[in-house]
């Protein structure tokens, strides 16, 4: 079973970009983390990460047909990824949305999610371990099907 993990715009900055808020793990480590889960809870984990919105939407497309579910982190196209919206909206499996932070602890501009509403669910404000939990959740309710 395959679960996609998308980082949207600026998580490649993980561990240089204002590590007070995001902490300091790198993508890198934070994908060899999902991983090794991954292989804990028997699922395979292929991570991606762009800061252009067609290429996670392309991305989702590429693997409409091979993938159980995803879990994605849209960075700056929270609020206005509509054409991530319209992705999401259009798959056969589950996407859980992820927030390093919490968005409703900060501006409040960052409060609102257009993905949201497409997304199964969102987990948000554990650091890194919103991804963690995102994708013991994501697994449980897969298995539950």
């Not at 047909?65 to 919206?85: C, E, F, K, R």
């Not at 319209?86 to 992820?98: F, N, Q, R, S, T």
Request: charged content about 20%; cysteine-free.
């Amino acid at each position: 079973m395959k679960i996609l993990v998308l980082h949207g715009p600026n998580l490649n900055l993980l561990g240089r970009r204002e590590p007070h808020i995001y902490g300091s793990m790198t993508l890198a480590d934070l994908n060899r983390k999902l991983e090794a889960l991954g292989k804990e809870l028997g699922v395979e984990v292929s991570a991606f990460q762009s800061n252009h919105e067609g290429e996670l939407v392309d991305f989702l497309h590429q693997h409409i047909d091979g993938a159980a579910g995803a879990i994605l982190n849209p960075g700056g196209l929270t609020q206005y990824g509509v054409s991530l919206h319209d992705a999401i909206k259009g798959l056969p499996y589950p996407v859980i949305e992820v927030h390093i932070t919490n968005r409703h602890a900060r501006e409040e501009w960052r409060s609102h999610s257009i993905i949201s509403s497409a997304a199964k669910g969102t987990v948000e404000g554990l650091g890194w371990r919103s991804y963690s939990a995102a994708l013991r959740a994501l697994v449980e309710i897969l298995k539950e099907k």
